[in-house]
């Protein structure tokens, strides 16, 4: 029996008025989330990844589509929506002069359970995400990724169905980072289907089952990290000569004349060049090189990266964006 | 009833915040006090003077403190409430079943609980500086002060709520404030005023507070200033509420 998706959305769509008229922030989003998976949004700040999560946790109402999340309409039943869903916003949520155990047992106490369960439902969230060092030190305190570990502690304190994370680690170190990840990938025991969004690659790489890419309201791509890589199916080979600038115009000019690769960018002092397959086009590259009597001193070789999806499907690089915040 | 529960956990949480931190307990008192020490002494010279004829100057000033306190100490709740909306803190709370009402409801509580503390303490600070207090007056006048703080709270609230950041909502207190202070007769007499201004005057809730305060300090309750202030007091307040709740119900930060 195929399982029923817990976010389901179809034609969702939200528009802001602006100056210029107005701004389709979702225009027209269909998604299937199935239960347990952790499925990643990707897309620049300002693709809407954001706004489609507020509308699916019930923060603002959408203008037109249908979104159902763990079997109620967003819209027409917004109640029951809440009490089957964790939310983590992009600044937490945490309350700054409490403590730690103090802010999950609100939380419990909020979504109706009694003191004593709410007591029981802290420790238990306490020691799933390694909170007890700190867990009664006031929330000031904590560190950056003390605090987002906290947060996501009270999102988990009604058992969600689905638990939304918008932008869990963004300004995070690498070393919080990694570790987020780790917490997050232990909520699979939780039996927790986990909906985040971020821009960063390689943590959609790292954590998610499954993708959907989102570039100005749309869905550009979906599917696991790999199938995406696959279908732009494409190997990356990139290079240092010697003698940099002298050499390079020639070679530039030999790639092209020779068709030998798909896309050529420069990197500093190094070419980057996408091509169909390493093993038909390295042989040929070689060959090149020493027609041209062209010293190569360095080589390396990359598969396809969730960039290059990113780019092929929107245009645009992820790298070249600069967070607008 | 969740509406009660939650607006009791709601209250408890903000009211844990302040005995942390007793230090907002003081610094409202400070103002206050201040003027207390360093204004006051100047009216001593006006006994006499048009308006004031009660004779005891610093029953004429006091109750106008009283009651800018209340003002003041509601109207800058909006920064607290702008600090949560910023830490995502309501919108936390707003992704729960937590009754809307009882959001709004539990700060202002707590907000109540802050004033009633702070005015009675004032009231008690100034009593040795000769300021008389009849006890039934001044119950009175705390049940005025606190439809004052409620008004003033719920404006902030949802005004933090609307705006979300300190830089859009200090020219709207900053606004408010002074000509409510100037327009209230609490620093001078409104009988001093020339009449344009003591028509104007009587468009300020605060004047009716002041006014109503000075009697009510006294032990004179039933004067018709008193129920005038009464009737102003009730409808706003209720307005205020409503419309306060109706922000939170539906909050864009």
Known sequence: MPEEPVVLTQGLKKYYPSRKGE???????????????????????????????????????????????????????????????????????SDRPATGRENLVLQGRLYGISPAEAQERAKELINLLDLTEFADRIVHTYSGGQRRRLDVAIGLVNRPRVLFLDEPTTGLDP??????????????????????????????????DRIAIMDRGKIVSEGSPESLK?????????????????????????LDERGLALEVTREEERLRLCVKSFAIALPQLMRLLEDLGIALETVELSEANLDDVFLKQTGYSLRDLTPEG | MKILTDTGLLFKRKMLETLRNPIYIIISLSTPVVYLVLFAPLLNKLVGVKGFTQGQVLNVFI??????????????V?????????????????????????????????????????????????????????????????????????????FGNAMGVIL???????PIVQGINLPVILLSGMLLPMALAPFWLQVIAHFNPAYYCVVAGRLLAVGRIWEPQVLYAFLFMVPLTVITVAWATRTFRRAVS
Request: charge should be negative; glycine fraction near 10%; charged fraction near 20%.
């Open chain 2, 78 to 154: 909006g920064f607290t409430m702008i600090d949560e909306v910023k830490n995502g803190v309501l919108e936390r709370m707003r992704v729960t079943p937590t009754s809307r009402f009882a959001l709004l409801a539990g700060r202002v509580l707590r907000d109540l609980v802050n004033v009633t503390v702070v005015v009675v303490i004032f009231a008690l600070i100034a009593i040795p500086f000769g300021f008389h207090l009849e006890f039934f007056g001044f119950m009175v006048l705390l049940l005025l002060l606190a439809m004052m703080l409620i008004t003033t709270s719920s």
């Open chain 1, 23 to 93: 701004v389709k922030a979702v225009d027209g989003v269909d998604l299937a989330v199935r239960p347990g998976e952790i499925f990643g949004f990707l897309g620049p700040n300002g693709a809407g990844k954001t706004t489609t999560l507020r509308v699916l946790t019930t923060l603002i109402p959408p203008d037109d589509g249908k979104a159902v999340v763990a079997g109620f309409d967003v819209a027409k039943e917004p109640g029951m929506v809440r009490r089957n869903i964790g939310y983590v916003g992009q600044n937490g949520g």
């Open chain 1, 175 to 208: 070393q919080n980072r990694v570790n987020l990840w780790t917490q997050i990938e232990k909520l699979r025991s939780e039996g927790a289907t986990i909906f985040l969004t971020t821009h960063y690659l390689d943590e959609a790489d790292a954590l998610c």
């Open chain 1, 230 to 254: 696959r279908e732009v199916a494409r190997d990356c080979i990139t290079i240092g000569v010697a003698d940099w600038k002298d050499n390079v115009p020639r070679l530039l000019e030999a």
């Open chain 2, 63 to 76: 109750p106008g403190l009283l009651v800018i306190i209340a003002f003041l100490g509601g109207l800058f």
């Open chain 2, 164 to 170: 979300g950041d300190e830089d859009r909502y200090a």
